[in-house]
């Protein structure tokens, strides 16, 4: 991968709340890339396009269990 696509995925790793309000125009502002590059880094990581990239990380976070909790009738 290179340096320009290498940043898109770093960019969504560091911050995945901030990222996926980003338009795919802000984002390669944000990363000192192009919109092109940010989409062509979405389909080398396996999305689709980057609304599917954009959105990953929320499914990610609504998938993966969470603290235990009491019960709250116990």
Same mark, same amino acid.
């Given at each position: 991968?290179?340096?320009?696509?290498?940043?898109?995925?770093?960019?969504? *790793?560091?911050?995945?709340?901030?990222?996926?309000?980003?338009?795919?125009?802000? %984002?390669?502002?944000?990363?000192?890339?192009?919109? *092109?590059?940010?989409?062509? *880094? *979405?389909?080398?990581?396996?999305?689709?396009?980057?609304?599917?990239?954009? %959105?990953?990380?929320?499914?990610?976070?609504?998938? %993966?269990?969470?603290?235990?909790?009491?019960?709250?009738?116990?």
């Amino acid at each position: 991968m290179s340096p320009s696509v290498q940043a898109v995925p770093e960019a969504v *790793a560091a911050d995945p709340a901030g990222c996926a309000k980003l338009t795919v125009s802000a %984002l390669a502002e944000h990363t000192g890339t192009s919109e *092109a590059t940010v989409v062509r *880094a *979405a389909r080398l990581l396996g999305y689709p396009g980057y609304r599917d990239l954009r %959105l990953a990380p929320g499914r990610l976070f609504r998938i %993966l269990p969470g603290p235990r909790r009491p019960a709250p009738w116990t």
